[in-house]
């Protein structure tokens, strides 16, 4: 006992030595060896983080602060981030609340990532308008779900009514701004003709672009999907409903800010299903018939549309849920064609030659692949450092949650 008390005894006394041999203020676990990296290589691991990791780095010291928060890097940082396939959900635990669930999609690590909630103003269900470079237009506001920021998009009364078409940003200038479709010409006359404004992120000084005709225009817009940005354009996808439903491409400069028109592939046939996407710096539509049996994807090649390949979707009679499959949905959702099938009670990711990756099932009858995809940004916009909310709103600011990626 005497020498087992002993023993401890040193025990303790080479314990205290060891901590008095260290710094106050330091870690034993050794945060100056991490401080001692080179600064090029300290950078190439934190933009390979998720951003909810940089933002815990910023806070390890001053250094890894300025480093994470240096323009060049948020840049990179978000340029290197995945685009995250958004799913709509209602759940049977969620029976007690009205809002649908809202999920983050990361195809590769084949994972869902709780999304974010918007204020209760901004309604119940996804409200998301429009969406570029991580940022979201919803309502009358734009918000970066990442950094949990939102900004009136007007400074003074909100200057229009109407559709938003889409978020862009005007390279010239550096500049967001939102195509918007209405019936309200600025000059503060009301007109038959359905007019194409832009307001620039910040301004209340909203401008026409022009009265473009397209197929029944005075029946209004009915712009189908989101539109899809290829070298400065914007290709906006109308699919008119009349007797008969009819497709029209029509395509928006956004550095001069006019308008022209495109000529439809050829096999498009007016009741087919079609989506238009981005590959490869490339326009892409994707046709196929409404029972989405398979998919033909036709690439347009200097102004001329041109067989690219075909997808066959997985035979669902094999699959043992066929009972409960009825009606489903197929779209590419990433640059590496793959496919998000949503059928009842299932999401199906396939790749593009049709084979079954993954199926994640839900207990609800059907989820929704939304038409919006999430890249996160940390950059930072003078418009959100410019904003003024009313003090009665801080309690509905708080209800933005951050992605988590934990």
């Known amino acids: ?49 998720p951003a909810d990791s940089v933002l815990r780095c910023r806070a390890v010291c ?17 340029r290197r981030q995945p685009e995250l396939a ?28 709780p999304f974010f909630g918007f204020p209760k ?11 570029c470079d991580g940022l979201f237009v919803v309502g009358q506001c734009i918000c970066n779900p990442t950094t949990r920021q939102w900004a009136p998009l007007a ?17 010239p200038s550096g500049e967001y701004r939102v195509l918007y479709w209405t019936r309200w010409n600025p000059d503060g006359n009301w007109s038959c003709l359905h007019a194409y404004c832009v307001l620039t ?47 029209r491409i029509l395509a928006f400069h956004t550095v001069v800010e006019t308008f022209g028109h495109m000529s439809l592939p050829a096999a498009v046939e007016p009741r087919h299903a079609m989506h238009l996407l981005q590959m490869g710096g490339k326009l892409v539509a994707s046709t196929g018939k409404d029972d989405m ?38 779209e590419i959702v990433s640059e590496e064609q793959d496919l998000l099938v949503s059928c009842y009670g299932h999401l199906l990711h396939c790749d ?29 916009h003078k418009f959100f450092q410019k904003k003024n909310i009313p003090e009665e709103e801080e309690e509905e600011e708080k209800l933005i949650t951050v992605v988590h990626l934990d």
């Open 1 to 49: 006992m005497l020498l087992r008390s002993r023993r401890r005894v040193a025990t303790e006394e080479d314990a205290r030595r060891r901590r008095a041999t260290v710094p106050r203020g330091r870690s034993r676990a050794g945060p100056d060896r991490l401080a001692a990296l080179p600064e090029d290589i300290l950078q190439d691991i934190l933009v390979r983080l």
């Open 201 to 247: 992120v910040g301004t209340d000084q909203p401008r026409s672009v022009g009265y473009p005709r397209v197929g029944s225009w005075r029946r209004g817009i009915h712009i189908f999907g989101t539109p899809v940005l290829v070298n400065d354009i914007l290709h906006l996808h109308w699919r008119e409903h009349t007797s008969v439903r009819h497709h």
């Open 155 to 171: 400074t003074g009364p909100s200057p229009h009514a109407g559709t938003v078409v889409a978020l862009y940003r005007h390279h």
């Open 86 to 113: 958004l799913i709509r959900s209602y759940r049977p635990s969620d029976a007690s609340d009205a809002l649908p669930r809202l999920e983050a999609l990361h195809i590769r690590a084949a994972e869902f990532r």
């Open 352 to 380: 593009k030659k049709g084979n079954l990756v993954a199926n994640f099932k839900f207990d609800d009858d059907m989820p929704v692949v939304l038409p919006h995809r999430l890249k996160e940004s940390l950059i930072q």
């Open 62 to 78: 001053h250094s890894w602060r300025r480093l994470a928060s240096d323009p060049a890097f948020l840049l990179d940082h978000h």
């Open 293 to 330: 049996t398979g998919m033909t994807i036709l690439l347009l090649h200097h102004d001329v549309w041109t067989y690219h390949y075909q997808i066959k979707l997985p035979v669902m009679d094999n699959m043992h849920f066929q009972q409960e499959l009825g009606n489903c949905w197929a």
């Open 121 to 131: 103003q901004f309604g119940s269900h996804f409200p998301a308008r429009a969406s």
